[in-house]
């Protein structure tokens, strides 16, 4: 599986975002997608997760409220809604695919298979 993040940029504090990850190569609908992101110096973290239908969604604590994830399996394309953007939520964001096709989505970076290659986000106060 390809997946290409896109939608990163700069923002001031209190902004959205909408980042899109699109899949190629594979049967979509087969996957759950999970986004992570990095910021310098630290460890990549989890930040949401969709289960394969779209059906179950999950966010970290840091996130809920405000961001919203979901998915158009029609267009191979799932989507991260960032609004009320924190200088803290400043990190390179990827999405990756977790093969499991379970109900629950995962939070584990180990979980998932394949990743994209990252698109920057910069939240400026």
């Known amino acids: 599986v390809q997946l290409q993040a896109s939608g990163g940029g700069s923002v001031q504090a209190g902004g959205s975002l909408r980042l899109s990850c699109a899949a190629s190569?594979?049967?979509?609908?087969?996957?759950?997608i999970g986004w992570f992101r990095q910021a310098p110096g630290k460890d990549r973290e989890f930040v949401a997760a969709?289960?394969?239908?779209?059906?179950?969604?999950v966010y970290s604590d840091s996130v809920k409220g405000r961001f919203t994830m979901s998915r158009d399996n029609a267009k191979n394309t799932v989507y991260l809604q960032m609004n009320s953007l924190k200088p803290e939520d400043t990190a390179v964001y990827y999405c990756?695919?977790?093969?499991?096709?379970?109900?629950?989505?995962?939070?584990?970076?180990?979980?998932?298979?394949?990743w994209g290659q990252g698109t920057q986000v910069t939240v400026s106060s």
């Open positions: 190569g594979v049967i979509f609908s087969y996957y759950g």
């Open positions: 969709i289960n394969w239908s779209g059906g179950n969604t």
């Open positions: 990756a695919a977790d093969s499991g096709r379970l109900s629950s989505p995962r939070s584990r970076p180990t979980d998932y298979d394949a």
